[in-house]
């Protein structure tokens, strides 16, 4: 089945600067790649996915790359703020009809103002 | 729009009874609906998917006569924890996705079970 590993689980920043998380999956069959971002005792918010045909794709001050061959993807955020400190999860997609998510083991973004 | 909620929030309860989740989409007919289990500082963990009118599929590791899953109408799913231990206790979170949503997946707000 679907494995996805995240790396680094924990990542801190100062403020302005940028983040990068990365994930890898296993299943070729995967075509889509959302990333969330979660607030403690919160639901996780979609903050941006792709799609297997697109390697790139970008909204305002986050980014989401993917290489399909390499079976990886990366979250960039740019101009970090305090408030994108929280958790962020990548996740890909599996199952028969593709519509069942496997979550990586988070990240723990902390922006230093 | 694609709205999810559930209720309630948070529950308390003694080791032994049994906790029902309600999970609603308030504002879409959810062709399918997810369970899942976060522990603390952990992931999410699918627990089962539910269709509408069908039987629930329960991943690898899950008990399904102790997570009873029941998707009565295309906007309500429940999930029952049977006889309820301390181990039991987590977030659970449920989602959603309509036939337009492609593969996107929206969450309900999670219920903290605490089973003492």
């Known amino acids: 089945g679907e494995n996805v590993e995240q790396h680094p689980s924990t990542l801190s920043v100062q403020e302005g600067d940028s983040a990068v998380i990365k994930c890898t999956y296993s299943?070729?069959?995967?075509?889509?790649f959302p990333w969330y971002k979660q607030e403690l005792g919160k639901r996780p918010q979609l903050i941006i996915d792709?799609?297997?045909?697109?390697g790139e794709k970008k909204d305002q001050r986050i980014a989401v790359t993917l290489n399909k061959t390499a079976k990886h993807f990366s979250l960039h955020i740019t101009e970090t703020q305090p408030e994108d400190s929280a958790v962020y999860f990548c996740a890909a997609n599996r199952g028969e009809y593709g519509n069942k998510l496997v979550f990586g083991a988070g990240t723990i973004l902390r922006v230093k103002s | 729009g694609a709205v999810v909620s559930q209720h309630p929030s948070r529950v308390i309860c003694k080791s032994g009874t049994s906790v029902k989740i309600e999970c609603r989409s308030l504002d879409f007919q959810a062709t399918t609906m997810f369970w899942y289990r976060q522990f603390p500082k952990q992931s999410l963990m699918l627990m089962a998917t539910?269709?509408?009118?069908?039987?629930?599929?329960?991943e690898q590791g899950v008990e399904k006569d102790k997570f009873l899953i029941n998707h009565a109408s295309l906007t309500l799913s429940t999930l029952t924890v049977t006889s309820a231990h301390p181990e039991d206790s987590s977030f659970y979170i449920c989602?959603?996705?309509?036939?337009?949503?492609?593969?996107?997946?929206?969450f309900g707000p999670g219920t903290r079970l605490t089973v003492l």
């Open positions: 299943d070729s069959a995967s075509n889509y």
């Open positions: 539910s269709n509408e009118g069908s039987k629930a599929t329960y």
């Open positions: 989602s959603a996705r309509f036939w337009r949503s492609y593969n996107e997946q929206f």
């Open positions: 792709i799609r297997s045909n697109v």
